[in-house]
């Protein structure tokens, strides 16, 4: 007889970016399989990397909210975080392709911390034209709006 072993869930972390090495945001920006998904990988420079960062970063003060890094064990997996769009705070999240299969938790995490810690009434999602938008957030309560 065996016994099963649970395996041990990921543990996900959210840091300002600013926390994250630039050099590490380049690489993240630049991964060849997000391409598709942020044509602003194209051609990225450090110097537009910092700036980009120094953007996302000002939406705290701007908003009480903003993008994080996110860190699964420890490695910069991606980015996520809520962004202040027309129609409220909308959950952005991209990920390097060998923490796809996160993703699940991590929206779970950030949608936790936006309507627990940042108070946050509603979050809407849009995703990019290479997702299905109905199987991708369904599951976490989404509805279309449109």
Known sequence: ??????PVPPR????????????DVVDLLKEPGLARHMPLSQ?????????????????WE??????????VDGQL??????????????????????YWGHGAAITRAA??????????????IALPYTRSPTRAVARFGFVPDG
């Not at 007889?1 to 649970?6: G, I």
């Open 62 to 71: 701007d908003n009480g909210y903003g993008p994080w890094a996110v860190l």
């Open 12 to 23: 996900i972390e959210f840091v300002r970016l600013t926390e994250v090495p630039l050099e």
């Open 43 to 59: 051609g990225l420079t450090p110097e537009a990397a910092a700036r980009w960062v120094a953007a996302k970063d000002g939406q």
């Open 1 to 6: 007889m065996r016994a099963s072993v649970s």
């Open 77 to 98: 997996a991606g980015w996520s975080g809520f962004q202040r769009e027309e129609n409220g705070a909308d959950l952005a999240l991209v990920l390097v392709p060998g």
């Open 111 to 124: 949608l936790d911390r936006g309507f627990g810690e940042l108070g946050l009434e509603a979050v809407v």
